[in-house]
Protein backbone atom coordinates (compact mmCIF):
# COMPACT_ATOMS: atom_id res chain seq x y z
CA UNK A 1 0.00 0.00 0.00
CA UNK A 2 3.14 2.80 0.93
CA UNK A 3 4.18 1.78 -2.51
CA UNK A 4 1.35 2.38 -4.53
CA UNK A 5 0.48 5.74 -2.63
CA UNK A 6 4.15 6.46 -3.20
CA UNK A 7 3.79 6.13 -6.79
CA UNK A 8 0.64 8.21 -7.00
CA UNK A 9 2.20 11.23 -5.47
CA UNK A 10 5.23 10.42 -7.78
CA UNK A 11 2.97 10.70 -10.72
CA UNK A 12 1.04 13.71 -9.55
CA UNK A 13 4.75 15.79 -8.80
CA UNK A 14 5.57 14.96 -12.24
CA UNK A 15 2.29 16.12 -13.34
CA UNK A 16 2.33 19.29 -12.00
CA UNK A 17 5.79 19.69 -13.03
CA UNK A 18 5.15 19.52 -16.67
CA UNK A 19 2.27 21.84 -16.31
CA UNK A 20 4.41 24.61 -14.65
CA UNK A 21 6.92 24.00 -17.52
CA UNK A 22 4.75 24.28 -20.40
CA UNK A 23 4.01 28.17 -20.37
CA UNK A 24 7.96 28.84 -20.49
CA UNK A 25 8.96 26.65 -22.91
CA UNK A 26 7.27 25.89 -26.55
CA UNK A 27 9.35 23.23 -28.75
CA UNK A 28 6.48 23.30 -31.36
CA UNK A 29 8.01 23.65 -35.06
CA UNK A 30 5.29 27.25 -35.75
CA UNK A 31 7.48 28.90 -33.24
CA UNK A 32 8.57 31.77 -35.16
CA UNK A 33 12.70 31.47 -35.19
CA UNK A 34 14.77 34.50 -33.56
CA UNK A 35 15.98 37.00 -36.29
CA UNK A 36 19.69 38.30 -36.09
CA UNK A 37 21.34 41.83 -37.91
CA UNK A 38 23.45 40.70 -39.92
CA UNK A 39 24.89 44.14 -41.27
CA UNK A 40 25.69 46.64 -38.23
CA UNK A 41 27.42 49.51 -41.29
CA UNK A 42 25.81 50.59 -44.20
CA UNK A 43 28.08 49.48 -47.05
CA UNK A 44 28.86 50.89 -50.99
CA UNK A 45 30.67 48.71 -53.24
CA UNK A 46 33.96 49.52 -54.90
CA UNK A 47 34.63 47.00 -57.52
CA UNK A 48 33.95 43.48 -57.99
CA UNK A 49 34.11 41.67 -54.07
CA UNK A 50 35.79 44.66 -52.47
CA UNK A 51 32.99 46.89 -49.96
CA UNK A 52 33.59 49.88 -48.40
CA UNK A 53 32.63 50.30 -44.53
CA UNK A 54 32.21 53.22 -42.12
CA UNK A 55 33.86 56.79 -43.83
CA UNK A 56 34.63 57.27 -47.24
CA UNK A 57 37.04 59.63 -48.93
CA UNK A 58 35.94 61.63 -52.22
CA UNK A 59 39.00 62.99 -54.13
CA UNK A 60 37.73 65.66 -56.83
CA UNK A 61 37.85 65.87 -60.41
CA UNK A 62 41.16 67.83 -61.10
CA UNK A 63 43.63 66.40 -58.67
CA UNK A 64 46.72 65.19 -60.33
CA UNK A 65 48.20 61.45 -59.73
CA UNK A 66 52.16 61.17 -60.61
CA UNK A 67 52.55 57.80 -62.38
CA UNK A 68 55.79 56.52 -64.33
CA UNK A 69 55.53 55.09 -67.93
CA UNK A 70 56.32 50.92 -67.54
CA UNK A 71 56.40 50.45 -71.83
CA UNK A 72 57.28 53.23 -74.38
CA UNK A 73 54.38 55.13 -75.83
CA UNK A 74 54.53 55.98 -79.47
CA UNK A 75 51.19 57.46 -81.81
CA UNK A 76 53.46 55.31 -84.39
CA UNK A 77 52.97 51.97 -82.99
CA UNK A 78 49.68 52.22 -80.73
CA UNK A 79 46.45 51.34 -81.97
CA UNK A 80 42.87 52.66 -81.20
CA UNK A 81 41.65 50.55 -78.19
CA UNK A 82 44.55 49.05 -77.60
CA UNK A 83 45.17 48.64 -73.94
CA UNK A 84 47.77 50.16 -72.14
CA UNK A 85 49.06 50.59 -68.65
CA UNK A 86 51.44 52.90 -66.17
CA UNK A 87 51.95 52.72 -62.61
CA UNK A 88 52.21 54.64 -59.38
CA UNK A 89 55.77 55.34 -58.77
CA UNK A 90 54.70 56.59 -55.21
CA UNK A 91 51.59 56.56 -53.12
CA UNK A 92 48.89 58.23 -53.87
CA UNK A 93 47.95 59.95 -51.19
CA UNK A 94 45.06 62.97 -50.78
CA UNK A 95 44.46 65.07 -47.44
CA UNK A 96 46.50 63.16 -45.82
CA UNK A 97 44.42 59.55 -46.72
CA UNK A 98 46.36 56.54 -48.75
CA UNK A 99 44.43 56.29 -51.87
CA UNK A 100 46.55 53.58 -53.27
CA UNK A 101 49.93 52.60 -53.03
CA UNK A 102 52.98 52.91 -54.72
CA UNK A 103 53.00 50.10 -57.48
CA UNK A 104 49.76 50.02 -58.00
CA UNK A 105 49.04 49.39 -62.13
CA UNK A 106 46.50 52.54 -63.88
CA UNK A 107 45.09 50.92 -66.90
CA UNK A 108 43.17 52.41 -70.03
CA UNK A 109 42.76 52.71 -73.59
CA UNK A 110 43.54 54.60 -76.55
CA UNK A 111 40.67 56.69 -77.31
CA UNK A 112 42.72 58.30 -79.80
CA UNK A 113 45.48 58.10 -82.36
CA UNK A 114 46.99 59.06 -85.38
CA UNK A 115 50.58 58.67 -86.77
CA UNK A 116 52.96 61.34 -88.06
CA UNK A 117 52.82 61.68 -91.51
CA UNK A 118 54.51 63.83 -94.77
CA UNK A 119 53.32 67.70 -94.58
CA UNK A 120 54.91 67.97 -91.37
CA UNK A 121 51.74 66.35 -90.10
CA UNK A 122 52.77 65.63 -86.39
CA UNK A 123 51.18 62.60 -84.62
CA UNK A 124 48.61 62.52 -81.77
CA UNK A 125 47.53 60.64 -79.26
CA UNK A 126 45.03 60.62 -76.41
CA UNK A 127 44.91 57.76 -73.38
CA UNK A 128 42.37 57.41 -71.33
CA UNK A 129 42.68 55.64 -68.01
CA UNK A 130 39.76 53.55 -66.48
CA UNK A 131 40.90 51.62 -63.13
CA UNK A 132 43.68 51.45 -60.51
CA UNK A 133 44.59 47.90 -59.41
CA UNK A 134 46.48 47.72 -56.14
CA UNK A 135 48.81 45.02 -55.23
CA UNK A 136 46.11 43.69 -52.97
CA UNK A 137 44.08 43.31 -56.41
CA UNK A 138 41.53 46.36 -54.81
CA UNK A 139 40.25 47.95 -58.15
CA UNK A 140 39.16 51.51 -58.30
CA UNK A 141 37.33 52.95 -61.31
CA UNK A 142 38.51 56.51 -62.28
CA UNK A 143 38.58 58.64 -65.20
CA UNK A 144 41.82 60.08 -65.94
CA UNK A 145 44.16 61.48 -68.92
CA UNK A 146 47.67 63.02 -69.41
CA UNK A 147 47.47 66.26 -68.03
CA UNK A 148 48.10 68.88 -70.88
CA UNK A 149 48.41 72.39 -70.51
CA UNK A 150 45.00 72.91 -71.95
CA UNK A 151 43.55 69.85 -70.03
CA UNK A 152 42.16 67.76 -73.21
CA UNK A 153 44.88 65.24 -72.31
CA UNK A 154 45.39 65.25 -76.14
CA UNK A 155 49.58 64.78 -76.90
CA UNK A 156 50.85 66.33 -80.32
CA UNK A 157 54.08 65.13 -81.04
CA UNK A 158 57.40 67.38 -81.40
CA UNK A 159 55.15 70.81 -79.98
CA UNK A 160 53.43 71.78 -76.97
CA UNK A 161 50.12 71.75 -78.60
CA UNK A 162 51.31 74.42 -80.97
CA UNK A 163 51.24 72.52 -84.26
CA UNK A 164 50.84 75.95 -86.28
CA UNK A 165 54.76 77.08 -84.78
CA UNK A 166 56.14 74.23 -86.64
CA UNK A 167 54.21 74.46 -90.03
CA UNK A 168 55.83 77.93 -89.66
CA UNK A 169 59.12 77.57 -88.84
CA UNK A 170 59.56 74.90 -91.62
CA UNK A 171 58.35 77.63 -94.05
CA UNK A 172 60.09 80.42 -93.18
CA UNK A 173 63.46 78.08 -93.71
CA UNK A 174 62.99 77.58 -97.16
CA UNK A 175 62.35 81.51 -97.63
CA UNK A 176 65.26 82.46 -95.88
CA UNK A 177 67.58 80.69 -97.83
CA UNK A 178 65.72 81.76 -101.33
CA UNK A 179 66.34 85.22 -100.11
CA UNK A 180 69.72 84.74 -99.51
CA UNK A 181 70.07 82.75 -103.15
CA UNK A 182 67.72 85.75 -104.29
CA UNK A 183 71.30 88.26 -103.26
CA UNK A 184 73.55 85.83 -104.97
CA UNK A 185 71.99 84.90 -108.42
CA UNK A 186 70.40 88.35 -109.46
CA UNK A 187 73.91 89.86 -110.65
CA UNK A 188 74.81 86.32 -112.58
CA UNK A 189 71.62 86.58 -114.08
CA UNK A 190 72.49 90.42 -115.00
CA UNK A 191 69.41 91.53 -114.20
CA UNK A 192 68.90 94.48 -111.70
CA UNK A 193 68.91 93.35 -107.87
CA UNK A 194 65.69 93.99 -107.01
CA UNK A 195 64.10 91.95 -110.01
CA UNK A 196 66.33 88.63 -109.36
CA UNK A 197 65.62 89.04 -105.94
CA UNK A 198 62.05 88.91 -106.26
CA UNK A 199 62.54 85.73 -108.41
CA UNK A 200 64.90 84.29 -106.44
CA UNK A 201 62.98 84.81 -103.13
CA UNK A 202 59.51 83.33 -105.14
CA UNK A 203 61.73 80.23 -106.05
CA UNK A 204 62.86 80.16 -102.42
CA UNK A 205 58.88 80.55 -100.94
CA UNK A 206 58.08 77.59 -103.37
CA UNK A 207 61.52 75.17 -101.89
CA UNK A 208 60.13 75.70 -98.91
CA UNK A 209 56.89 74.95 -99.79
CA UNK A 210 58.00 71.89 -101.00
CA UNK A 211 60.29 71.31 -97.93
CA UNK A 212 57.13 71.51 -95.81
CA UNK A 213 55.34 69.07 -98.11
CA UNK A 214 57.97 66.60 -97.77
CA UNK A 215 58.98 66.48 -94.81
CA UNK A 216 57.14 63.95 -92.26
CA UNK A 217 56.31 65.10 -89.03
CA UNK A 218 56.74 64.12 -85.49
CA UNK A 219 55.36 61.32 -83.34
CA UNK A 220 54.58 60.98 -79.66
CA UNK A 221 57.07 59.65 -78.11
CA UNK A 222 56.96 58.75 -74.24
CA UNK A 223 59.95 56.31 -73.19
CA UNK A 224 59.69 53.68 -70.74
CA UNK A 225 60.41 55.23 -67.00
CA UNK A 226 59.40 58.52 -67.97
CA UNK A 227 57.24 60.51 -65.25
CA UNK A 228 54.04 61.70 -66.58
CA UNK A 229 50.96 64.10 -64.14
CA UNK A 230 47.43 61.95 -64.84
CA UNK A 231 44.94 64.35 -64.10
CA UNK A 232 40.97 62.73 -62.54
CA UNK A 233 38.82 64.43 -64.90
CA UNK A 234 35.30 62.86 -62.68
CA UNK A 235 35.64 62.36 -58.70
CA UNK A 236 36.27 59.00 -57.12
CA UNK A 237 35.76 57.76 -53.47
CA UNK A 238 37.71 55.31 -51.70
CA UNK A 239 37.90 53.90 -48.25
CA UNK A 240 41.42 54.79 -46.94
CA UNK A 241 41.22 52.01 -44.28
CA UNK A 242 40.98 48.98 -46.28
CA UNK A 243 44.13 50.04 -47.79
CA UNK A 244 45.85 51.05 -44.45
CA UNK A 245 45.66 47.49 -43.38
CA UNK A 246 46.75 46.35 -45.63
CA UNK A 247 49.73 48.31 -46.32
Same mark, same amino acid.
Given at each position: ????????????????????????????????????????????????????????????????? %? $? #??? =??????? +??? @????? !? &???????????????????????????????????????????????????????? %? $? #??? =??????? +??? @????? !? &???????????????????????????????????????????????????????????????????? +????????????????
Amino acid at each position: MNKKLQLVLAAMILTAGVSVAGPNFDYSQSSPAPLYQQNYYPTQTVSGNQTLKGSVVTVPAGQSV %S $A #VVT =TPLSSAN +LTL @GQNVS !V &ALGSDFYYNGNLIAPAGSSVTGTVLEVSKAKHGSMNGKLLLRFTQIVTPYGIQIPI %S $A #VIK =TNDNTGI +LVG @GTKMD !V &AKDYGKDVAVGAGAGALAGVIISPLAGGSIGKGTALATAVGAGGGLVKSIWDKGNDVEIPANSGIQLI +LTQPITVNPTMFNNNY
